[in-house]
Structures are given as structure tokens and as C-alpha cells.
């Protein structure tokens, strides 16, 4: 990607979390970039296409945190570090984070089925987790797996609205798990 490309999506990312992809418009674009309207489509198409690349970026990132998280240990300890992994993604990267738990709704056709196949399959990689914490009883056995993914999954999707870059992520996350998965494992259902 070109250095000016590069700085067009930074730009995109940042008018779409701050006004929503509908409420950016391509003069928007031109006058953060300190250029001509007619100047952008050298280096796209449409804003469509920064909305793809913003949101395709956010995905790469999330999995990318997630595939920090180590393949063995107990489950809690590693849903404490998809929760910081998650977390941090949203700290370091606000803008990108933004548009891609908001915005990505305004993607269509094939764009927008690819996107909802990579959030699923960042959800699955989360519901994996819990399921595996049931199976090997180190959550409740009567655990339903997508739900407290959801869960989980809602309570730092939500930190976008709040959180803010520099703080530490790692004692939030840690806080959220306890908070979380403390009603998840204790006793086991017959």
C-alpha cells in the first residue's frame, strides 16, 4: 500500500469512528488529507473501499491479538488473555477498533458476507474457548458456550465507547474475566 494510501485509510479511520461512515463524506476525506476531492479517487474507487479496508484491517487485528493467546494451560488463564489481547487491540487502535464493532454494517454484497464470516469466526474462536473450559470441567458443566462468549465478547466490544489510548488494558481485562468467569465456573450442574 502506498505511503499516501496508507494515510488515506488512517484518515478514513478516524472520521468514521469520530462522525459514522454515513456522516464522512469524501470532501471530509480531501480536507484532513489537505487535498482535492477529485485527488482521493487516484487512490480509490469509492469511500466504500476505505470502509472495507479499515474493517478488513480491524479483523486482521483482532485475530492477530487473538492468536497470542497459548494453545494450552487452563482455559481461564486463556480467556484473561483473549480478553487483554481484545482490549489492547481496542486501546492501541480506537479508530480501527471503532469501525470495525460500528461500522461495519454499511458494507455490502460480497465485502459485507466476507466481514461477517471473519467476525464469526473471531466469535468461534472465543466460544472455543468456553467450550473447552465445559468440557474439561473447568467451567460449569451446564455452561451454554455461545452465550458467555457473547457475553465476553459484548462487555469489551462496549469498551470503545469508553476507553481511551495508554490506559492499562491488562488490569481491566483481568478484572473483566473475574467478573465473568467467576459465574461460570463454582459448581457443576448434574
Known amino acids: 500500500m502506498s505511503a499516501r494510501r496508507t494515510e488515506l485509510t488512517r484518515a478514513a479511520a478516524r472520521l468514521f469512528a469520530e462522525k459514522g461512515y454515513h456522516?464522512?463524506?469524501i470532501g471530509d476525506l480531501?480536507?484532513?488529507?489537505?487535498?482535492?476531492?477529485?485527488s482521493l479517487y487516484a487512490h480509490i474507487e469509492s469511500?466504500?473501499?476505505?470502509?472495507?479496508?479499515?474493517a478488513s484491517e480491524g479483523a486482521t487485528a483482532f485475530h492477530a491479538g487473538l492468536d497470542t493467546v497459548p494453545e494450552e494451560g487452563p482455559v481461564v488463564d486463556r480467556?484473561?488473555?483473549a480478553l487483554r489481547a481484545h482490549l489492547r487491540v481496542v486501546s492501541e487502535q480506537l479508530d480501527v477498533a471503532t469501525v470495525f464493532i460500528r461500522e461495519w454494517r454499511y458494507l455490502e454484497g460480497?465485502?459485507?458476507d466476507e466481514f461477517i464470516a471473519e467476525r464469526r469466526r473471531y466469535e468461534e474462536r472465543f466460544r472455543a474457548l468456553f467450550r473447552e473450559g465445559?468440557?474439561?470441567?473447568?467451567?460449569r458443566t451446564d455452561l451454554d458456550d455461545a452465550t458467555a462468549a457473547l457475553l465476553a465478547?459484548?462487555?469489551?466490544?462496549w469498551a470503545y465507547t469508553w476507553l481511551r489510548p495508554g490506559p492499562d488494558t491488562d488490569g481491566l481485562a483481568d478484572r473483566f474475566t473475574a467478573l465473568l468467569v467467576d459465574g461460570m465456573r463454582g459448581y457443576a450442574t448434574p
Open 153 to 157: 465478547l459484548s462487555a469489551v466490544n
Open 47 to 54: 469511500k466504500a473501499d476505505l470502509l472495507w479496508a479499515v
Open 23 to 25: 456522516g464522512t463524506s
Open 30 to 38: 480531501a480536507q484532513a488529507l489537505g487535498v482535492q476531492k477529485g
Open 134 to 139: 465445559r468440557e474439561r470441567g473447568e467451567l
Open 79 to 81: 480467556i484473561r488473555a
Open 110 to 112: 460480497e465485502r459485507r
